[in-house]
T-cell receptor, first 110, second 116 residues
Framework: KNEVEQSPQNLTAQEGEFITINCSYSVGISALHWLQQHPGGGIVSLFMLSSGKKKHGRLIATINIQEKHSSLHITASHPRDSAVYICAVSQETSGSRLTFGEGTQLTVNP | NAGVTQTPKFRILKIGQSMTLQCTQDMNHNYMYWYRQDPGMGLKLIYYSVGAGITDKGEVPNGYNVSRSTTEDFPLRLELAAPSQTSVYFC???????????????FGDGTRLSIL
């Protein structure tokens, strides 16, 4: 079993829908990261959080430390949101090194 | 700002050849990382560095070497290319301290490497 599990693996939505991607982890962490990988391959950090909730535009990330679970929400989805979304954790014992989930492929159709 | 720059973007190697993947960053980050990404799998850490002159192995270091002679540069060396090293390679950098201060990682655009 991977230390970081994401669901679903693939997600197709219609433009305007509310989207949720889930991430569960089985290790102690100092921070959880959400990353976006564009169709061209580039990777961008969206959020780094260790508690509570963060919001940036239409994206919201939440984390529940007790349940070892995080969610990434996209409101009013748009075709330009189509990308792979990756959850990663900084483990308590490994400093800044990240352990990655396998990613969620999101496709938003117009 | 250039951020993290990787060269080349694409390369095809024959089995047994060697090459160096270049990575440079202009953000004065002390931490740098090399990852590989295989289809359907999460990124795996190959090597990392917490500062000039200091490097350490990640999850999948076999077949690779690194050096960190300056803060800006962190090249990855493949000595004897094997088909199992066909992958997309990402370099990343971040600022951090041993006391637990950490900032998000910045990634390069990747190098797509095929070993035939």
């Amino acid at each position: 079993k991977n230390e970081v599990e994401q669901s679903p693996q693939n997600l197709t939505a219609q433009e305007g829908e509310f989207i949720t991607i889930n991430c569960s982890y089985s290790v102690g962490i100092s921070a959880l990261h959400w990353l976006q990988q564009h169709p061209g391959g580039g990777i961008v950090s969206l959020f780094m959080l260790s508690s509570g909730k963060k919001k940036h535009g239409r994206l919201i990330a939440t984390i529940n430390i007790q349940e070892k679970h995080s969610s990434l929400h996209i409101t009013a989805s748009h075709p330009r949101d189509s990308a792979v979304y990756i959850c990663a954790v900084s483990q308590e014992t490994s400093g800044s090194r990240l352990t990655f989930g396998e990613g969620t492929q999101l496709t938003v159709n117009p | 700002n250039a951020g993290v720059t990787q060269t080349p973007k694409f390369r095809i190697l024959k089995i047994g050849q060697s090459m160096t993947l270049q990575c440079t960053q202009d953000m004065n980050h002390n931490y740098m990382y090399w990852y590989r990404q295989d289809p359907g799998m999460g990124l795996k850490l190959i090597y990392y560095s917490v500062g000039a002159g200091i490097t350490d192995k990640g999850e999948v270091p076999n077949g690779y070497n690194v050096s960190r002679s300056t803060t800006e540069d962190f090249p990855l060396r493949l000595e004897l290319a094997a088909p199992s090293q066909t992958s997309v390679y990402f370099c990343a950098s971040s600022y951090g301290t041993g006391g637990g201060v950490m900032q998000p990682q910045h990634f390069g655009d990747g190098t797509r490497l095929s070993i035939l």
